[in-house]
């Protein structure tokens, strides 16, 4: 069973840093492409970055371009989200999301994890 | 950058009726690269179809996607008590990704 776990999110100062860390399971988690969408308060859902299986294709969404740095570690089954000079608009639930075995689309999610931009 | 426009932006049906959703592009979807997922309170959102009309793994047959270039719709045929939700389109395959406002299906 495909299994995405989400962790480091909390409560943060503006203009401060946080790591995202999202642990996979029950799938080969170097064959498949890895994404960050996030969902503020009772808003939609946003694209945040996408990275590639081997890390060759990295890409952000502008509103997070030179501020969040999305890697992976394959041999640990891992996704990470560095997100630093946080903004109160970065305040959301980020969830890390793979794509599916026939196709490139989201497929599975984890549950999320809150992170709080606010003095 | 495609933006992808929702409509209506609350249905409000019955149990037992048929909703349609509409999902509009703003330029042509290459390879109709258009997802649909179903999102409830509290909980990540779940992958209804992709391909703009191939149904995920374990999505029920009352949902169904069409449409190409940059009309799609998404349609339940008979709303069971579970499908209410907000529903979101989403274009993928190339950066960036991007979702629609989403669609609030509720009880009328």
């Known amino acids: 069973e495909v299994q995405l776990r989400e962790s480091g999110g909390g409560l943060v100062k503006p203009g401060g840093s946080l790591r995202l860390s999202c642990a996979a399971s029950?799938?080969?988690?170097?064959?498949?492409?890895m994404n960050w969408v996030r969902q503020a308060p009772g808003k939609g859902l946003e694209w945040v970055s996408s990275i590639s299986s081997s890390s060759s294709y990295i890409y952000y969404a502008d509103s997070v371009k030179g501020r969040f740095t999305i890697s992976r570690d394959n041999a640990k089954n891992s996704l990470y989200l560095q997100m630093d000079s946080l903004r109160a608009e970065d305040t959301a639930v980020y969830y890390c999301?793979?794509?599916?075995?026939?196709?490139?689309?989201?497929?599975?999610w984890g549950q999320g994890t809150l992170v709080t931009v606010s003095s | 950058d495609i933006v992808l426009t929702q409509s209506p932006g609350t249905l409000s049906l019955s149990p037992g009726e048929r909703a349609t959703l509409s999902c509009r592009a703003s330029?042509?979807?290459?390879?109709?690269?258009l997802a649909w997922y179903q999102q409830k309170p509290g909980q990540a959102p779940r992958l209804l179809i992709y391909?703009?009309?191939s149904r995920a793994t374990g999505i029920p047959d009352r949902f169904s996607g069409s449409g190409s270039g940059t009309d799609f719709t998404l349609t339940i045929s008979r709303l069971e008590p579970e499908d209410f939700a907000v529903y979101y389109c989403q274009r993928y395959g190339s950066s960036p990704l991007t979702f629609g406002p989403g669609t609030k299906v509720d009880i009328k």
């Open positions: 330029q042509s979807v290459s390879s109709n690269y």
């Open positions: 029950g799938f080969t988690f170097s064959s498949y492409s």
């Open positions: 999301a793979r794509e599916g075995a026939g196709t490139l689309a989201p497929s599975y």
């Open positions: 391909g703009a009309s």
